[in-house]
Every structure is written in C-alpha cells, then in structure tokens.
C-alpha cells in the first residue's frame, strides 16, 4: 500500500524568512511522481510543484523547490521568502505511473507572520 | 476557460434525504475523483473513475454512489446510509496517459453540512 506521511500539522515561519516542509513517502514502485498542493482558507487547491523519481535534478517553481531524496524516500517542499499569502494548508501527494490513482498526506498548515 | 465546476457550493441536508452533487470538466480529462475532507484534516478518497461508464470505490466509498455516463461528468450521490456526511468534498481530474507527471486539478469544493 501507498502511504504520504506529513509529521507537521502546523507550523510557523517568518515573513521573508525560508521554510521547509516535510514529506516521506512509501512505496516498492521504481516509477512515480510527487506534488505538492496548497489550499488557502477559501478550500481550492492549488498545484504548485511536480517531481518525478526519475529526475536526477530538484524541481523548482519560482520561490518554491523540493528537496528530493530518493534513497531516503523524502520529498521536502522548500518555500523561499516567505510571503504572507503562503499561510495556508500544504499537501504533499504522490502518484504511480501507469495509475491513476492519488495518494495525498494529512497536510502541513503553515502560519506566515508578519 | 477549461476547469472543473462544482455546484452548489453551500448544500444543507436534513437527516435521511439524499443529494447529488454536482462535478462537470472541460478539461478532457479521462480520469475523475471525489475526495472528502474534513476540518483541518487531510483528502480521503471516495471514488474514482478512469473511463466513462466504470468507477471504482476508494478508501471511504460506503454511503456513495456516483455514476460516469458523460466523459465530462461524474456526479456524486451522498445518501442516508452515510451516518456523518458533514464535509468539504472535492472534484478532480486527471488525464489518463498513465505518465505520473499528469497532475490532478480540482474544483473549487462543496460545503455539505447536515440540519
């Protein structure tokens, strides 16, 4: 079975300042991708990075990036310069290929101050 | 603009009374999804499809129904054997190549709360 473990169901970061959210995964499946989603207060869900367990390279989108480490099945979302509209609810979710199927974490909720 | 609608956005249900709420797509997408989620908790699935006319039960399909006759739609029945319907849900799409790196997107949700 597929599983997303998120440990932090909150945290707090400083306007401008960095942080980093944690995901693991579980899976025996050599092939697959991992995203991350936010969802403000308003309930939408927002794509905001994809990385696949091929790419030999960490994903980056703007001020976001994921630390990705295979070995270690990890999959860490980064967000650079914290701004006060990322203070929202973060999933991290992970797909098999040849699958539609999505496997989504319990969700960081992250709290930017000002 | 292609998405994902969901309607009503706000739904109240009396004890026993079924309700169907609405998902259409303009995306093409061959693959859809209803999630449940419920206050500051993460997204459970409830049932998918990967084609018209088949679906498949998720993790907490009991007291659901949903039906896939039109690739652009996959509505969603809560019934009254679904003792706790109180929830947020969510529509999602997906396109069906099998590439992992296909994202989901979602609709904008619906707010079901029981009177």
């Known amino acids: 079975a597929q599983k997303i473990t998120q440990t932090q169901p909150g945290m707090f970061v400083q306007e401008k300042e960095a942080v980093t959210l944690d995901c693991t995964y579980d899976t025996s499946d050599q092939s697959y991708g991992l995203f991350w989603y936010k969802q403000p207060s308003s309930g939408e869900m927002i794509f905001l990075i994809y990385q696949g367990s091929y790419d030999e390279q960490n994903a980056t989108e703007g001020r976001y990036s994921l630390n990705f480490q295979k070995a270690r099945k990890s999959a860490n979302l980064v967000i650079s310069a914290s701004q006060l509209g990322d203070s929202a609810m973060y999933f991290c979710?992970?797909?098999?290929?040849?699958?539609?199927?999505?496997?989504f974490g319990s969700g960081t909720k992250l709290n930017v101050k000002p | 603009d292609g998405g994902i609608t969901q309607s009503p956005k706000y739904l109240f249900r009396k004890e026993g009374q079924n309700v169907t709420l609405s998902c259409e797509q303009n995306?093409?997408?061959?693959?859809m999804y209803w999630y449940r989620q419920d206050p500051g908790q993460g997204l459970r699935l409830i049932y998918y499809s990967q084609i018209v006319n088949d679906f498949q039960k998720g993790d907490i399909a009991e007291g659901y129904s949903v039906s896939r006759e039109k690739k652009e739609s996959f509505p969603l029945t809560v019934t009254s054997a679904q003792k706790n319907p109180t929830a947020f849900y969510l529509c999602?799409?997906?396109?069906?190549?099998?590439?992992?790196?296909?994202?989901?997107?979602f609709g904008e949700g619906s707010w079901l709360t029981v009177v």
């Open positions: 999602a799409s997906s396109t069906g190549t099998g590439a992992s790196r296909n994202t989901i997107y």
């Open positions: 995306l093409n997408h061959d693959a």
């Open positions: 979710a992970m797909r098999k290929d040849d699958f539609n199927k999505f496997y």
